[in-house]
């Protein structure tokens, strides 16, 4: 009985070294691909690029959609914060989906509202509009009440009520760097309309200061919780999604803060209802419908339009964004099963996929395993040293050390941390990653998959706190 306890578990060990081993070879193939890239944009004269692209005949006007549900602590920053963009030509759209707070109060309040009759297409489908108020102070503003219906229904709406032929899309809680929106525009006026979406990194607004509606002050926040999470972050943004978007692999724009063209997502036949990941979902839609269609078109993304968004400060509020994000990828493979190893998608199908598949919805189970596996081995001796030692220290390559690469790679690059100690907490806080972090993520990534048939679709709201500012 001993013995065959011991071989399965070191078949099983060899299986999850190989994994995790294979798994921390693909993010440095991804690293060193990010690397090359944005090395190489770091080496050109941004300022006058985007001084070029400021004149209102080279840039394409755009609608920024906000869906916002209970809202009321982050809504009225972040559209006194788009409202400061450097952009020619833009209008600003805040879908209240329905909202219990006071979201829609504050709105009409602050920005001078008045009710307005407003004829809205209805290209896409969506919950019935209450009502359509325009700012008396700002005019490019106006705000859509509408029925609850969720964030994607919410969108369509947004995209039925919207004017330009782009929209971006943000939450309803984040803050956008001045030039971010010129930035993002960048590559579809480069490549001519054949980029038809782009994601812009996603930055963690905790211990940063807001004053005039802009980032006055970037610091680090004082939480371990909230630090693990920057790391992540630059993990996630500067290597996985850099690294996907050089071979046109990319499968997720945060819904956080992304840019589309709105004829594509029409012919795509919009969000999709009832599903929780319906920032990926689309992208992966995209994808397919491109293929399908045999269009030469290229979602991208780019790391330096950054956006600011309040991160969860608890382990209970963490839980749940945590479990509802590995929901939203499982749904969203789920319902394009039909791409898996197809080679009618291409790498799409072949590779990319298949990797989410694996490695990024299925990965926390082995991970689980390996750290069971660690456990034992420690405590009840029954594994060879050498065999626990192994898994130990692929699982800190795995963790650890790429997302001290992502640190390093931020520090190579855009330089949004600019004091030498907050790279050191972060580097240090990095090499921790394995020891606590990530095993909690693992249980909860595992929690999602699980609960991936329980429950309907729905807002995930989390406890906002607010930006500190110096804004009176």
């Known amino acids: 009985m001993h013995n065959a306890l011991f071989i399965a578990l070191s078949s099983l060990s060899a299986f999850v070294i190989i994994f995790m081993a294979g798994t921390a070879l693909s993010y440095l193939f991804l690293f060193l691909s990010s690397m090359r890239k944005v090395m190489r944009e770091g080496k050109l004269e941004k300022r006058s690029i985007l001084d070029d692209l400021s004149l209102k005949d080279r840039t394409y006007p755009v609608s920024i959609l906000v869906p916002a549900y209970n809202e009321e602590v982050g809504v009225i920053s972040t559209v006194r914060s788009l409202l400061t963009l450097d952009y020619p030509e833009y209008e600003i759209v805040v879908i209240d989906d329905g909202s219990k707070d006071q979201t829609l109060t504050k709105l009409i309040s602050v920005f001078q509202m008045r009710q307005v009759n407003h004829a809205t297409r209805l290209t896409l489908p969506s919950k019935p509009i209450k009502g359509v108020y325009q700012s008396a102070a700002y005019p490019t503003v106006k705000v859509i009440s509408k029925e609850n219906g969720g964030k994607a229904d919410a969108l369509n709406c947004g995209i039925n ?10 939450d309803g809680d984040s803050i956008l760097e001045q030039d971010a929106l010129m930035k993002t525009m960048k590559p579809i006026i480069d490549s001519e309309e054949e ?61 956080a803060f992304g840019l589309f063209n709105k004829g594509a997502v029409i012919q795509a036949g919009g969000y999709t209802e009832g599903l929780i990941g319906e920032d990926m979902e689309l992208i992966v839609r995209l994808h397919r419908v491109n293929i399908e269609n045999k269009l030469k078109k290229r ?9 600011w968004t309040e991160a969860p400060d608890t382990f209970s509020v963490l839980r749940k964004q945590r479990v509802r994000w590995q929901r939203g ?32 919805l299925l990965g926390s189970v082995v991970e689980l395993i390996g750290f069971l596996i660690i456990i034992i ?5 029954i594994l060879n040293p050498v065999i626990v030692g192994t898994i130990f220290a692929v699982s800190l390559l795995y963790g650890s050390f790429i997302s001290s690469l992502a640190v390093l790679l931020e520090e190579l690059t855009l330089h949004k941390y600019p004091k030498v ?41 989390m406890e906002r706190k607010g930006i500190s500012s110096n804004e009176g």
């Open 161 to 170: 009520a919207s004017v330009y032929p782009y929209f971006c899309a943000i």
């Open 377 to 381: 081995g420690v405590f009840f001796d």
């Open 195 to 255: 980029v038809i979406a782009v994601g812009g990194s996603v930055r963690i607004a905790n211990g940063i200061t807001i004053s005039r509606s802009q980032v006055e002050k970037i610091d680090l926040p004082h939480k371990p919780i909230v630090i693990m999470q920057i790391i992540e972050y630059l993990r996630a943004f500067l290597i996985g999604r850099l690294g996907f978007s050089r071979f046109n692999q990319l499968l997720i724009v945060s819904g």
């Open 421 to 461: 100690r907050h790279l050191i907490v972060l580097f240090v806080w990095a090499l921790t990653e394995s020891l606590w972090y990530r095993p909690l993520l693992v249980l909860w990534r595992i929690e999602g998959l699980l609960n991936t048939f329980k429950k309907k679709a729905e807002w995930g709201n």
């Open 299 to 307: 979602i991208e993304y780019i790391p330096d339009p950054v956006c």
């Open 329 to 360: 990828l499982a749904e969203t493979l789920l319902a394009h099963k039909k791409m898996l190893f197809n080679p009618a998608y291409g790498a799409v199908g072949l590779v990319t996929f298949p990797y989410f598949l694996f490695v990024e």
